[in-house]
């Protein structure tokens, strides 16, 4: 019985956790529990391959439904909003989600531990150790050495897996903040609507989502590249008046300058955002987490060679994460403009909804 290793314990690891379900292996998966915070959109392509990962219809239980797409313009000359853009998804009978993330991943767990047994360590891992060609071991940060015939990283772009597969690479960090809130009359305004908030500080994104019962709104803040590291980037955002009772939580994302290498090599596979990661301006990351496990999934269903399996998933997916992390970074750039703002906003208020619509889909499902 092939011995795995999934390094990480996140979205990345419960999902590919769940393409392993129907193959006779021993997996341990090996990081440190960490608080998870907010929630994620679930555009058409990650709701199908959740469904299709997990077998379990029950996932419609643990979504909420967002049927508008609003886009607005905050003008902080005279603190006003202008409203540029309504999208209803319905319209063209589009279905789009928004989940709890500590929802999604407890359910991804539930799931994995219905059907098989899956060891748990609550560590570090500090290094990978190639003992010969067939045999790997994962150092712990108490020195103690685990052996593995596969190793599975999801430990981000930072993590220990990366740096075995890829060696260095230029990775950019940028500035991001993230909210919560539970303010009834937002929510009751807000119930249904996905909304892009456009500032001269950055662009912001909210949407409602279920957390065991209990109604939120999730913010995600993302300032443009004038007040990235600003010492007065929070005040600014609060002196909006639609954001200013919103508690922000200051954090991170990473992506890669280098073109999107090869995530296979010597039996040690890189997933998720240790595998690729680019920008999150077309909410795709974690969507694509998912529909890259139901992928691994449908490949491990025709065959029993590991290393054909990683290496087809390896090259097989590349292609589509280049488009996307192109696509993204162009459309980070035009959310993120400090002149010609009029331009854009003119523009935006200007497309039709099959436009719009035809945009989501390539993003979607080529």
Sequence with gaps: MKKILIIGNSLSAWSI???FVNKKVNITIIGDKNKIFG?????PNGFR?????TENNDVKQIVHEIVKFQINSYNNNNNETRNLKNFYFNEFDLKYFSVSKEMLINFLIKNVKSKIQINEINKSCVGIIQRNTEKLEVLMDNN?????DII???????????????GTTKIVKKQVFRGVSDDKIKLLLEQKTLELNFSSYGHIVSYPFINNNKKYINYVFIPNRFFQNSNELLNKIKSIPKF??????EGYFYFYEDEIQPLYKNNVLLF?????CFEPHLAQVGNNIIEDANYLKFLLEKNNLYHEIFENFSRNTSPKKRKLKSISNIVGISFGINTLTKLRDNLVSNFSDQLICNFLKKVWYD
């Design 17 to 19: 956790a769940s393409a």
């Design 152 to 166: 599975i990283g999801c430990d981000g772009v930072n993590g220990i897996t990366r740096k075995y597969v890829c």
């Design 49 to 53: 391959a959740l469904k299709k990962l």
């Design 272 to 276: 998720g955002d240790a595998g690729f």
């Design 39 to 43: 929630a994620q959109q679930l555009s």
């Design 144 to 148: 103690e050495p685990i052996s593995a």
């Design 244 to 249: 200013s009772t919103i508690e922000w939580n």
